[in-house]
């Protein structure tokens, strides 16, 4: 019985780490320590990569990467898991739901009232070191959705959207509960994005140019 209450508590310890890990509001503080600005007040008032790069490229590409590591420092830590008798298919289930913890971490930051991003670069970074392979064929689906119908939103719905189809045509996991996890952070990756869902149906959504005024 106690053994069984410590394993519970590294667990829930592993948990809380990642998801204040996922909350390092990374976009938000290099924008206000670089520029003096609250990304939050302009262009969709995202604290991720996309949005902080209409401030600046390089601190966009800086926050991809941080946001990024994020995600896959949280898995790491869970796959660090001492055990306690815990089986691959056990440790495999926690690292699936810090995956998703540093993903609910980085949309809902306890230290900005819960107003985070989106969650795709925390995602990325997690799912690098959860299914990398996976996670090749999704930026290949990335690439080629935003090169065809150039919108960065509709590539990361989409990709989203078929990532944990990915997972179980590569047999990378059959566990339903691993599946079940990554679903679980599809679907929050595509409700964060209800906003330009709206405007691709409308039409509104803008398109992605590599060109800058």
Known sequence: MARARESMQRVILILVTSYLLGAIP?????????????????????????????????????????????????????????????????????MAASALFAIIGHMFPLWLGFRGGKGVATALGALVRLAPLAVLVAIAIFILTVLVFRRISLGSIVTAALFPTIVWLLNLSRDPWVLLLIGIAALLIIARHYQNILRLLSGEEPTFSVRRK
């Open 26 to 94: 990374f976009g938000y503080l290099l924008v206000r320590i670089f520029r003096g600005e609250d990304v939050r007040h302009s262009g969709s008032g995202n604290i991720g990569a996309t949005n902080v790069s209409r401030k600046s490229p390089a601190l966009g590409a800086l926050t991809l990467l941080l946001d990024a590591a994020n995600g896959f420092f949280a898995v790491a830590i869970a796959a660090a898991y001492p055990g306690l008798g815990a089986s691959d298919m056990r440790i495999h289930r926690l």
